[in-house]
């Protein structure tokens, strides 16, 4: 059994009027080298800690990556996998494969469709960092959508991962903040643009109001860069302005028609998490961690 592995991607722009964006990609649990000072101990950002059967340095909550081992090109990765060995045993990675379903190793059942853009925007939005306790965060959450169970953030194991002393407290909270946060704006998303009236003189200024919204739960998402261009105009988006979306979602975009009759916008949503999980997968078949796991 392939054991898969999350990578952060380049952050792509929307297709015209369709706010979607790349996913991300999920890899097995390893073992990690003692840890140091920094929090970084060999694999990536995030901290060695014991095995559940409590052998020192023996696991690893984080991100393997920079400035740690190489995983699949210059991207942090992220394990989805805690009962397979990880990076170091798996030789390298092939990938990435875009995967429609999960199925936890640790329950024995599929998890809901919607985890795995919850998993991905976590990873998507948060998962590129080199900051210990992000990193952490990051893994743990992913390990609430795709594994569950005992390692659920608060199951048996999911609380010891967090609460060792050398792993900054701050990580549970911001784990639970993670959670939250990414069942109100995971995607897929809709991005749609209102004129907010239907006629004007030619020459006059035009206003136009534009939403992004999370499909998954109908909130409106913030913060999102969208670019504009009046098509005909071989402009390209952006190039005539663009707006981010404020608290509620929306931002408006004033712009002069340079034609008579109809004129139709382009609008491009930018820098989205993604919302579809592709996993990277081992050349040989990892086996499966000693004694209690992680």
């Known amino acids: 059994m392939h054991a898969p592995c999350l990578r952060v991607p380049s952050r792509l722009a929307a297709a015209v009027l369709a706010a979607t964006a790349v996913g991300t990609l999920v890899c097995s649990a390893a073992y990690a080298a003692p840890g140091a000072a920094d929090g970084h101990d060999g694999f990536g950002p995030g901290y060695a800690i014991p095995d559940s059967d409590g052998h020192a340095a023996s696991s690893h909550i984080g991100a393997y990556g920079p400035p740690g081992m190489t995983v699949y090109g210059d991207y ?32 024995g059942r599929r998890v809901p469709d919607a985890h795995l853009a919850y998993a991905s925007y976590i990873v998507g939005k948060y998962g590129q960092t080199r900051d210990a306790a992000q990193a952490a965060a990051v893994d743990a959450a992913v390990y609430e959508w795709l594994a569950g169970g005992t390692y659920g953030i608060d199951g048996a194991r999911g609380k010891q991962r967090l609460a060792y002393p050398q792993v900054a407290s701050s990580a549970r909270t911001t784990a639970h903040r993670f959670l939250a946060e990414a069942k109100k704006y995971a995607g897929p998303y809709r991005l749609t643009v209102t004129p907010k009236a239907p006629q004007a003189p030619a020459g006059a200024k035009v206003t136009v109001t534009v939403a992004v919204t999370a499909q998954l739960s ?11 261009a009046e098509a005909g105009t071989h402009s390209q988006p952006g190039e005539q302005g ?17 034609t008579k009759g109809t004129a139709t916008v382009r ?16 050349p040989r078949q990892q086996g499966a961690a000693d004694a209690a796991g992680r």
């Open 267 to 282: 609008a491009t949503a930018k820098d989205l998490p993604g919302s579809a999980l592709k996993i990277l997968t081992p």
């Open 76 to 107: 942090e990765t992220f394990c989805a996998d805690p009962t397979r060995k990880g990076p170091d045993a798996a030789g390298g990675y092939t990938g990435p494969e875009t995967v429609e379903h999960w199925t936890s190793s640790v329950t």
């Open 218 to 228: 109908g909130a409106r998402v913030p913060g999102v860069r969208v670019a504009f």
């Open 242 to 258: 663009q707006v981010t979306t404020g608290p509620d979602g929306t931002a408006d975009w004033e712009f002069t028609a340079d």
